[in-house]
C-alpha cells in the first residue's frame, strides 16, 4: 500500500483513507518496505499534516498488533503520559503526577518508555525508583488491582514495531510516532490525561482518542511565561491550551494556575535537572511533601496540577481545585509515598 499512495501524498498532499492508512502501518510493521521507502513515507506523512483518520488508522492498527491487556474496569480507566518533543524541558512530571494521583483513588494505566527528547523518560525514572518496569500482562492486571497503578514498557508490548523504531532513532526528527507512541496503549484506557509537543494539535488528538473510544479526557499543551508553545503537560509558568473530552463532545479552552487555585511560577524552578540522582530526589522531595524552598514549591504545584486533572478525567474530584486540594492531602498523609512502595512490591512480585 505505501509504494501505492507515496507519490500522491508528495505530489497532490493527499489524505489517506482510513483503510489506507491502516494497511500502511500493516506494511511498516511487516518491515517489507527498505528504510529508504519508510523514512520517506514518514517524512511525507509530516510533510503533509497528518489527518485525523490518519492518525487513528495508523494508531489503532498499532494497537492491533501489540500485546494485549486483557483487563476491563468499572471505573475509568486512565492513560497519562506525554508526546516528549516540546521545549521547556522539565523533571519527569507525569510520572509524579501519576504515583499521586493513584494513591488518590484513580486507575492508571501508564504506558511509556525511556528517554527519547527528554533527560530522563518515565522507564528511566520508575526504574532507578525501585519499580520493575518490565511487566507482563497479568503483572499489570495484579499492579492494577492492587494499586491503581500499572506501567506498560511500550518496546516489551510493541514486539511489531521494533524495526520502525529503530529507524525512527535513526532519522532524528519527528515523525507521526512521536505523536501516536503516546496513545497506543494496549489496555482498555477510558480516560486519558496527555500532554502534546503542539498546541495546534491538541483538538486534534481530542477528536483522535474519541475514535478509539476514550469516553473522558484532557488533552493539553502548556504555554511558557511569554505565551510560547513550551510544554507537553499543564504549565505553572504561563496559561495552558485544553481539549476537554466528556459525553462525546470536545471543548477546547485555556485554563491557567489560578483554576487551580495555586500561582504562578517560573520556568528556572521548573526545568529538568542534568542528572538522573537530583531527578530521582526531585520525586521523593515531592512524595515526602517537602517544600521548603521556592523552586520545591514550584514543582509541588506543578505535580498538584497535572494530579488534579488526572482525578479529574476519571471522575474522582468535580473540578480541578477539589483535585488539588485531595492530591495536597495524599501527600500530607504519606499517602503517595506509601503509594510508591505498593506500586514497587507489585511490579517486583
Do not use: W
Not at 489503532?60 to 516540546?86: F, N, P, R
Not at 503542539?198 to 483538538?203: G, I, N
Not at 462525546?248 to 487551580?260: A, K, L
Amino acid at each position: 500500500m505505501i509504494e501505492e499512495v507515496l507519490d500522491k501524498i508528495i505530489d497532490e498532499g493527499y489524505d489517506l483513507t482510513y483503510d489506507e492508512a491502516y494497511e500502511c502501518m500493516n506494511d511498516l510493521i511487516s518491515g517489507s518496505y527498505p528504510d529508504s521507502i519508510v523514512a520517506s513515507f514518514l517524512i511525507a506523512l509530516r510533510m503533509k499534516g497528518e489527518s485525523i483518520d490518519e492518525i487513528t488508522a495508523l494508531t489503532q492498527c498499532m494497537k492491533d498488533h501489540a500485546l494485549q491487556i486483557d483487563y476491563e474496569s468499572d471505573e475509568y480507566l486512565v492513560e497519562s503520559c506525554g508526546t516528549g518533543g516540546d521545549t521547556l524541558k522539565t523533571f519527569n512530571v507525569s510520572t509524579v503526577s501519576s504515583i499521586i494521583a493513584s494513591a488518590a483513588g484513580a486507575k492508571i494505566s501508564k504506558h511509556g518508555n525511556r528517554s527519547v527528547s527528554s533527560k530522563f523518560g518515565g522507564a528511566d525514572a520508575l526504574e532507578a525508583l525501585g519499580v520493575n518496569i518490565n511487566l507482563t500482562p497479568n503483572q499489570v492486571i495484579e499492579s492494577l488491582e492492587h494499586c491503581n497503578f500499572a506501567f506498560i514498557f511500550a518496546p516489551k508490548y510493541h514486539v511489531a514495531t521494533k524495526n520502525v523504531m529503530m529507524l525512527r532513532k535513526e532519522l532524528k526528527t519527528r515523525t507521526i510516532f512521536n505523536l501516536i507512541g503516546p496513545i497506543t496503549c494496549p489496555s482498555h484506557v477510558t480516560a486519558r490525561m496527555t500532554g502534546i509537543y503542539d498546541p495546534e494539535l491538541v483538538e486534534t488528538i481530542a477528536k483522535v482518542s474519541l475514535n478509539l473510544g476514550v469516553k473522558r479526557g484532557m488533552i493539553v499543551h502548556g504555554f511558557d511565561s511569554k505565551g510560547n508553545p513550551a510544554m507537553d503537560e499543564i504549565s505553572n509558568v504561563g496559561k495552558t491550551k485544553v481539549a476537554f473530552i466528556e459525553d462525546g463532545n470536545i471543548n477546547v479552552r485555556y485554563i491557567s494556575p489560578e483554576d487551580f487555585g495555586l500561582e504562578y511560577s517560573t520556568e528556572d524552578d521548573i526545568t529538568a535537572p542534568d542528572s538522573p540522582e537530583e531527578h530521582v530526589q526531585i520525586i521523593k522531595d515531592i512524595l515526602d511533601n517537602r517544600i521548603e524552598t521556592r523552586q520545591q514549591k514550584a514543582r509541588m504545584d506543578l505535580c498538584l496540577m497535572n494530579s488534579a486533572s488526572i482525578l479529574y478525567v476519571t471522575d474522582k474530584v468535580k473540578s480541578l481545585r477539589e483535585g488539588v486540594e485531595l492530591s495536597r492531602k495524599v501527600l500530607k498523609e504519606g499517602i503517595a509515598k506509601e503509594q510508591l512502595n505498593n506500586i514497587i512490591k507489585y511490579s517486583n512480585t
